[in-house]
């Protein structure tokens, strides 16, 4: 028997670093570089696209009782990829980029857990958006122009939202078997491990990247 809870839990390290980061912290203060916030928006948005295919297909194996919160989640997505592009239009930026290698990675393990039972997508959905949840929480109030970022994924309503794809990430794994629910447990280890490397990613830019 396991929870969504029991994953952070047992993982608390992992999970830690999947959700400070000095980009965040320096988002907070006000001095990240707009380079490298201009590389995590435009690497950011590349990766919603490929999420909102991975939010869609989780519906596809959900109980209709699900549907509701996955539903509203969708419609939500459907907004920020417009919010995307229009914060890219007011930076200057194109979001036409190509994906930097560790959004490459990331992608890349979405489509894989899309063959993966439910209660296994369940999970991974979970743990993506709780890490962004607390990911732009924990800094405390963010300055000016970050706070607006800060509160499109720690607003009240966005929690519950989280709080919703707990509960029924958790309805799914108590009626899963044994190795479904160790499954469940490595891809949320993987999703905490890629939300570190992608602020990473974003941090180090442009030394480390498109060299
Ligand atoms: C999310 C995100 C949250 N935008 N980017 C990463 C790397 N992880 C999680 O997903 P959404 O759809 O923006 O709520």
Same mark, same amino acid.
């Given at each position: 028997?396991?929870?969504?809870?029991?994953?952070?839990?047992?993982?608390?390290?992992?999970?830690?670093?999947?959700?400070?980061?000095?980009?965040?912290?320096?988002?907070?203060?006000?001095?990240?570089?707009?380079?490298?916030?201009d590389?995590?928006?435009?690497?950011?948005?590349?990766?919603?696209?490929?999420?909102t295919?991975?939010?869609?297909?989780?519906?596809?194996?959900?109980?209709?009782?699900?549907?509701d919160?996955?539903?509203?989640?969708l419609?939500?997505?459907?907004?920020?990829?417009?919010? $995307? *592009? !229009?914060? %890219? @239009?007011?930076?200057?930026?194109?979001? =036409?980029?190509?994906?930097?290698?560790?959004? &490459?990675?990331?992608?890349?393990?979405?489509?894989?857990?899309?063959?993966?039972?439910?209660?296994?997508?369940?999970?991974?959905?979970?743990?993506?958006?709780?890490?962004?949840?607390?990911?732009?929480?924990?800094?405390?109030?963010?300055?000016?122009?970050?706070?607006?970022?800060?509160?499109?994924?720690?607003?009240?309503?966005?929690?519950?939202?989280?709080?919703?794809?707990?509960?029924?990430?958790?309805?799914?794994?108590?009626?899963?078997?044994?190795?479904?629910?160790?499954?469940?447990?490595?891809? $949320? *280890? !993987?999703? %905490? @491990?890629?939300?570190?490397?992608?602020? =990473?990613?974003?941090?180090a830019?442009?030394? &480390?990247?498109?060299?």
């Amino acid at each position: 028997m396991i929870f969504c809870q029991d994953l952070i839990e047992r993982h608390p390290q992992l999970w830690h670093n999947a959700t400070h980061h000095p980009f965040l912290d320096a988002c907070q203060s006000g001095t990240i570089g707009p380079e490298q916030f201009d590389t995590w928006l435009v690497q950011d948005y590349q990766f919603v696209v490929e999420f909102t295919r991975f939010l869609a297909n989780v519906l596809t194996g959900a109980p209709v009782e699900h549907f509701d919160v996955l539903l509203g989640g969708l419609v939500a997505i459907k907004d920020e990829l417009n919010w $995307f *592009r !229009e914060k %890219a @239009r007011e930076r200057g930026l194109t979001l =036409q980029a190509d994906k930097h290698p560790t959004g &490459e990675a990331y992608t890349q393990y979405l489509a894989s857990w899309e063959v993966k039972p439910y209660p296994v997508r369940a999970t991974a959905l979970w743990a993506i958006e709780l890490a962004y949840n607390q990911g732009w929480q924990l800094p405390g109030k963010m300055a000016s122009p970050y706070d607006e970022f800060a509160d499109r994924w720690g607003n009240p309503e966005f929690t519950e939202y989280v709080k919703h794809l707990e509960r029924q990430a958790d309805e799914s794994l108590q009626a899963a078997s044994e190795p479904v629910q160790q499954q469940a447990e490595a891809v $949320f *280890r !993987e999703v %905490a @491990r890629l939300e570190r490397e992608f602020w =990473q990613m974003a941090f180090a830019s442009p030394s &480390e990247n498109f060299a």
